[in-house]
């Protein structure tokens, strides 16, 4: 093998060396690559539209609505599956086989379902839990009774009635400021708290919504109805996919219904009813010019509750030439109209806000002296009004509790919803202050057995006065931004116990300097492998010029070797009679000359 060979051989070696090294780089980021793709697909999914089966096993399509149904172990870690007993089974058209299987959540005071519509916060959605006991442990209770929060704030009281097994649902129009919404059962010792379904929906520029609170749904009748065996529906034409209750009649009325298309396509109202909703109507009886409705409210609460109410109403009659319908509308005292209808033409009134201090909403529609037909109604929505009286916790504070979690995949099971709020459930370990947004001012993470260093997000923390990570297997050192705290006497920061956590300025330094010799032990390796190859490469070459002017000048080896070593004695001689310290650097000038230039 020639000299040319050979150079070329070690070259492939130096490329491939580096080529392994690049392999290696791009590996570690592909697979993280990989990891946030996985993330980014899951919130795909989850894009704003969220239908849960709770219990489920298996996702599956809903034939009758076109809604896929999800199992919940992408939106909650705790809790246990099981099914009602077979004899409670149930089959309730437009809702799929949800309430036949259920979680329910025997450890743990609070447990939460984390929300992360694609949307994001400052969004209106529409909030809709189910729960249906079914004697799914065969105890045959009386009542189970437990908490339902939204976020931080209370939502409802779960009660249920479990000997008429029935099935309820609770509904709650939502204006979220976080980009995480968090569905939490609240164990308050009478009961195990369950839920069967959970719904959430995008409600994009809809216009139910209130930015001071939230509107939860008292009724929403769709009147006229034909079917008497339902008492509720959804409908699949329906885009904020409403449950409407079909059991409820104003008095003294009868139904009308038309088979009449509307077009709700072409429609401008924002309030986008069903085609379904908009063909049944209710009118007085005959000889009558009224229709009345009274809700009476089961509150226990020391304020005055305030509502929103809606009308809806579309001409499904064929009026004859001359005649109108014309009325006027009477809610809780206060008067509105009067209005007429045009045929198969939407008209919404609402939304009319007002308190109710006497405990009942009530309403008339009344026809006009002037109007030749009785008043109609097709559908109204009754929403009470909610005050959040509580904010969540300040996000850089969620953002670097949540960070401290991954980092030592604490998995508890109060360790879940909001670090600070509901104050009976804040997380175990910490404390918080009382302002509004709550801060998170003290953290003990003592004894848990963590693994790691001691990250930045601790830092994050700017109202945190106290850190106890004593008696944990921590290692590496301490960030130089929570001894400087420490050390001007702002927080309490507890590290014994650590045997193998550096706690020296000199650690710090080492660890962050760490990358530097081994990004210049790659160089210098990489460096020394090229000299080496070009080393080789000049002797193969000069031995081959010596062998090239031996034979021309027909000296033998022997010849040469006697030669080459008398010149060796004399270059000894002189360096010893003369100046040597002088010749020996000049020899080595030479030999780095003729280096470079043979090189």
């Known amino acids: 093998m020639d000299s040319g060979q050979i150079l070329l051989s070690y070259i492939k070696v130096w490329v491939i060396l580096l080529l392994l090294s690049a392999t290696f780089q791009n590996s570690k980021l592909a697979a993280k690559n990989t990891a946030q793709d996985k993330k980014r697909k899951l919130a795909a999914e989850n ?102 929060y939204l976020g931080v704030n209370h939502w409802e009281t779960v009660l249920l009635a479990v000997q008429d097994m029935e099935w309820t649902h609770y509904d709650i129009i939502h204006y979220s400021v976080t980009d995480t ?30 930015m001071n609170g ?49 077009d709700i396509q072409g429609s401008d109202d924002p309030y986008r009813l069903p085609v379904e909703v908009l063909r049944t ?72 806000k007002l308190q109710v201090p006497e405990d009942q909403v009530m309403f008339s529609i009344d026809a006009t002296w002037r109007s ?32 401290i979690k991954e980092a030592y995949k604490i998995d508890r099971v109060d360790w879940q919803g909001d670090p600070c709020l509901p104050r009976i459930t804040t997380w175990t370990g910490l404390q918080c202050n009382n302002d509004n947004p709550p801060r998170i001012i003290s953290l003990d993470l003592s004894n848990n057995e963590l693994i790691g260093t001691v990250p930045e997000a601790f830092a994050q923390l700017p109202d945190l006065t106290i850190l106890y990570l004593s008696e944990n297997k921590l290692t590496g050192a301490v960030p130089h931004s929570l001894k400087e705290k420490s050390n001007s006497g702002q927080f309490q920061l507890s590290l014994d116990g650590n045997l193998d956590l550096c706690k020296l300025d000199a650690c710090e330094k080492k660890q962050r300097s760490f990358p530097v010799p081994v990004i210049a032990s790659v160089i210098s390796v990489s460096v020394l492998l090229l000299l080496s190859i070009i080393t080789i490469f000049w002797r193969l070459k000069r031995g081959r010029l010596n062998v090239s002017l031996s034979s021309s000048m027909g000296l033998s080896k022997k010849e040469l070797s006697l030669k080459s070593k008398n010149q060796l004695t004399q270059s000894r001689t002189s360096t010893v009679r003369g100046r040597p310290r002088v010749q020996e650097g000049e020899a080595q000038g030479r030999v780095s000359h003729m280096t470079h230039e043979d090189v």
Request: glycine share 6%.
């Open 372 to 403: 030749d037909l009785p008043p109609i109604l097709n559908a109204f929505e009754i929403f009470e009004l909610r005050p959040l009286p509580d904010s969540p916790t300040n996000q850089t504070d969620v953002d670097a509790i949540m960070a």
């Open 214 to 262: 939230s509107l939860s749904p008292v009724v929403q009748a769709d009147l006229g109805g034909q079917d008497p065996t339902e008492s509720s529906m959804r409908y699949t034409d329906d885009v904020y996919n409403r449950i409407w209750r079909l059991d409820v009649n104003p008095d003294d009325s009868v139904s009308i219904r038309t088979e009449t298309n509307i």
């Open 47 to 148: 894009s704003g539209f969220i239908s849960i089966d709770c219990g489920a096993e298996e996702d599956y399509l809903d034939g009758n609505t076109g809604i896929t149904y999800k199992t919940d172990k992408d939106f909650i870690s705790t809790g246990k599956n099981t099914v009602v007993e077979p004899e409670f089974y149930l089959t309730i058209p437009y809702f799929g086989d949800m309430v036949n299987s259920l979680r329910i959540f025997p450890e743990g005071k609070r447990n939460c379902y984390t929300l992360k519509p694609r949307q994001g916060k400052n969004q209106n959605y529409y909030v809709r839990a189910f729960f249906y006991y079914g004697n799914y442990d065969s105890k045959n209770q009386d009542q189970i009774k437990f908490d339902l």
């Open 281 to 352: 109507a209710v009118q007085p009886l005959n000889g009558l010019y009224s229709l009345s409705y009274n809700y009476t409210l089961l509150y226990t609460e020391n304020f005055t509750p305030e509502f929103l109410v809606y009308f809806h109403f579309a001409e499904i009659e064929q009026i004859e030439p001359g005649e109108i319908r014309e009325f006027t509308i009477t809610l809780n005292g206060l008067n509105y109209g009067p209005f007429t209808l045009e045929y198969l033409k939407l008209l919404t009134i609402g939304p009319n």
């Open 181 to 210: 919404i968090y569905v939490c059962l609240v164990n308050t010792g009478s009961g195990v708290p369950f839920i069967n379904g959970l719904d959430l929906r995008f409600m994009n520029d809809s216009p139910y919504r209130s």
